[in-house]
């Protein structure tokens, strides 16, 4: 019974040895992976700002030509912005006020789907002021934001076909 014992601890060993082998291997693949990974591009607060600078001004010459199909998308491409900002950046502080904005955005949408000029109009007012609202939270009060006086693209054409 002792050799069945002995012999028994000594395959266990033995398996137990080569495990380590390959444990060890996949923690130094893990570790090459995320040195990848925190290495890898990661856009900053000031890159998806822009795109959303863009996508607003956007947003507003498309809405005040009825352009809904234009409105719709941009309003999207901010949505999805704010959120991938959340994604890329959760741990900053700035992070935490970001939500105030969903509701705005859900009123422009509102708008849009109603296809209603003038509810366009005032939403896209409180959205443009809760972002500067947004800005002065966060301690970045000196961008201040404003319904677009030209489109930001001259080789886009805002109105409907």
Known sequence: MKKIFYAFAMLLLTFCSDN??????????????????????????????TGIQIHHAKLWFAGINQNWALADFEIHEIRESLEDLQKYHSESEEIKTLPIIFAPIDSVQTAIDNKSIAKFKQNYLLLTSTCNACHQAVKYEFNKVKIPDSPPFSNQIFKPE
């Open 20 to 49: 380590s082998d390959k444990i060890s291997e996949m923690q130094s693949r893990i570790d090459s992976l995320q040195l990848k990974v925190s290495d890898s591009y990661r856009p900053g607060w000031g890159e998806f700002m």
